[in-house]
Every structure is written in C-alpha cells, then in structure tokens.
C-alpha cells in the first residue's frame, strides 16, 4: 500500500464504454481505509465493470483511478499484487484438494513455502475444514465454497479485498456466516469493496454506493440514505432510486 495515500480507493469521472454503450458512466468516490464499501445495484448496472476497472482486469476508456495508492491505467500490475479479489464465479480449481487450492493460491502471491504451510493451517483450523483438506473442491458445499473463496483472497493478507456478487446462491445462515468473515478481515484493517444486489446487505456497510444504469444514483451510510429517502429500509431506497431504470438486467 502506497503510504501516501489517504484513500485506499479513489476514483474521479471514471467511466468505461463498449462501442456505443456505455457501462460505466461518470463515477467517482472514494473509500477509507478499513471500510466496508457496498457497491450496490441491480444486475446490469454497471457493477462488476466498474470492480474489474479497479482491479486491473479492465481499462477505462476516460477518467482516474488509484488503489492502494497504484494508477489503474499504469500500474495495474502493482494493485493485482496488493489486493484480494473474489469472483462472482467461485473462482478457486475444482479439481484440486481444498489444501492444493490454497498452495497454489499462495505460490500465486508469491508467498515463502513456510508461509504458505502456516496459513494454510490457520484457514483450515478457522474453518474447521482440516479433516477435509484433501476433499476436491468440487465436491464440496456452496457454501463451504464460498468461505474457503474468500479466505483464499484473503491469504497474502491484502490491504484491499474486492468481492463481487460474493453471497450469490448461498442461504441466509451462510450469508450471515460469510459476513461475519467480512467483519472480521475490516477488524483487522482491510478495506472491503463488496457488491451485491441483495439490498439487505446494504444494512451490513459502513457506506454505500447505488448504481443505476451506470451512474451512482446515491452514496452515503445506510442510516442517511434511510433517512433522506423515508424509507424504513434498504430495499425501500433501492426501489425509490432504480425506479426510472432504463436498462434491463443481465
């Protein structure tokens, strides 16, 4: 992490655009560090294009952007390295024992042997999963998944964790389980960029960010944005907000 940097996340104008449509437009924010930013919206609104641009994955065709203190258009590179970052697709090898995953993820980060031996452990015993280590990942629950994801993005200790759609599928006692991971990694200082259209989650954030058919229609703390809307919740906002959606969803 760049430590210079008073945001972990900034970004100004940003926008990207396919041909003649244009996915993300105009956004900027910023994001503490050690906040749990929710990216809300609906499928179709921009969400994920506007996390992949962050992540280094994506160009902007106009606009700025820093993580960690890095130039999304220049050191790409730099974030991919400093960063955690979970796919709305499980994103680890089906093929490979939850213990394989998690020495290949660390070999990823370039991570020293003993390193990856010690936390690899640690995950397990936190999970409770050490006497399925050697089960293939496919044969495991989703939600069982999902954790183990996102303690492989976690595993190189990244100041900066982007989750996207991470809770997609799964129960709501998993849901809440997974949360309280969340809580757990910004506790202990990382900043949380997670997106998700389940606005009950919203609840969850330290802030949130709306996005409609690409823009950000309103970003503020759970609490204020109830407030400024009437609503007696998050879904309440969403519904007053996403009403004059043009686009379709996904």
């Not at 730099?78 to 090898?93: A, C, D, N, P, T």
Request: with cysteine; aromatic share 10%.
């Amino acid at each position: 992490m760049n430590k210079h940097s008073t945001y972990s996340i900034t970004a100004e104008s940003l926008t990207k655009r396919f041909g003649d449509f244009t996915a993300v437009d105009n956004i900027s924010f910023t994001v503490g560090k050690g906040e749990i930013f929710g990216f809300l919206g609906a499928n179709g609104a921009g969400k994920t294009t506007a996390m992949r641009m962050l992540c280094g994955l994506s160009s902007p065709s106009s606009g700025k952007a820093t993580v960690g203190g890095f130039d999304v258009y220049t050191q790409t590179e730099k974030i991919k390295q400093h960063i955690g970052y979970m796919s709305q697709k499980f994103s680890l090898y089906e093929d490979l024992t939850i213990k394989e995953n998690m020495r290949f993820y660390g070999g990823i980060y370039g991570m020293s042997i003993p390193a990856i031996r010690s936390k690899t452990e640690e995950i397990l015993k936190t999970l409770e999963l050490v006497k399925e280590q050697d089960r293939l990942v496919r044969t495991l629950p989703l939600g069982w998944k999902q954790k183990l994801s996102f303690s492989v993005a976690m595993f190189h200790s990244p100041q900066i964790v982007f989750l996207d759609e991470p809770t997609g599928g799964v129960d709501p006692l998993t849901r809440r389980e997974f949360w309280e991971m969340i809580y757990q990694a910004a506790y202990e200082g990382t900043t949380v960029f997670v997106t998700t259209h389940y606005m009950d989650e919203a609840e969850y954030c330290n802030r949130v960010s709306i996005m409609v058919d690409g823009r950000i229609a309103a970003m503020d703390t759970p609490a204020s944005l109830k407030r400024s809307l009437h609503a007696d919740n998050m879904e309440g906002v969403f519904l007053q907000l996403a009403r004059d959606a043009k686009r379709a969803a996904d």
